[in-house]
């Protein structure tokens, strides 16, 4: 059974920093892409991050460029998203995600999320 | 590419049919166009991938057509547990979800 599960989120005062972790379990985690998507209090989805099974292709949504960083350590079959210069508009569950095998562009397991609170 | 769900809030009865469309503002690259069911404080679940095949473990009442531009998710009968917000996602240049529909009863 595919696991993914997060951690690292908190509360954090406008323009500090967080790392978020997701320990993977269930599946060859090497072998995939994965991604990290969003969702703000009551609001929808966002995608924010995808990263490719060796770590050589990185995409992120244009609202966090220059300010988050994913990043990968199969190794250790864990996940990271690197938060910088957070904003109140960061605010928003994260969840860890992993992206389909086919290259078909959906995402197929997700973790329960980690809070992230951006608040003075 | 922007996609818009309607409507925003469908109200149902168990045992009625459900349909979500789903409309991109630009071609879906190879439709590949997703739908997700979240229900209050769970994670979403994927059901429907490429327009129209069903993820693994979901029951054949969850339908997924379409193609182009417009896309539709049917659940052909309403089950208690199926009330919930969906999203439709595409995956083009970038991926973006619709805003959600919620089936309520």
């Known amino acids: 059974e595919v696991q993914l599960v997060e951690s690292g989120g908190g509360l954090v005062q406008p323009g500090g920093s967080l790392r978020l972790s997701c320990g993977a379990s269930g599946f060859t985690f090497s072998m995939y892409w994965m991604s990290w998507v969003r969702q703000a209090p009551g609001k929808g989805l966002e995608w924010v991050a995808n990263i490719k099974e060796d770590g050589s292709e990185k995409y992120y949504v244009d609202s966090v460029k220059g300010r988050f960083t994913i990043s990968r350590d199969n190794a250790k079959n864990s996940l990271y998203l690197q938060t910088n210069s957070l904003r109140a508009e960061d605010t928003a569950v994260y969840y860890c995600?992993?992206?389909?095998?086919?290259?078909?562009?959906?995402?197929?397991?997700w973790g329960q999320g980690t809070l992230v609170t951006v608040s003075s | 590419i922007v996609l818009t769900q309607s409507p925003g809030t469908l109200s149902l009865s168990p045992g009625e049919r459900a349909t979500l469309s789903c409309r991109a503002s630009?071609?879906?690259?190879?439709?590949?166009l997703a739908w997700y069911q979240q229900k209050p404080g769970q994670a979403p679940r994927l059901l429907i991938y490429?327009?129209?095949s069903r993820a693994t473990g979901i029951p054949d009442r969850f339908s997924g057509s379409g193609s182009g531009t417009d896309f539709t998710l049917t659940i052909s009968r309403l089950e208690p547990e199926d009330f919930a917000v969906y999203y439709c996602q595409q995956h083009g240049s970038s991926w973006t979800f619709g805003q959600g529909t919620k089936v309520e009863i």
């Open positions: 490429g327009a129209s």
């Open positions: 995600v992993r992206y389909d095998s086919n290259g078909e562009g959906y995402f197929d397991n």
């Open positions: 630009q071609n879906v690259f190879r439709n590949f």
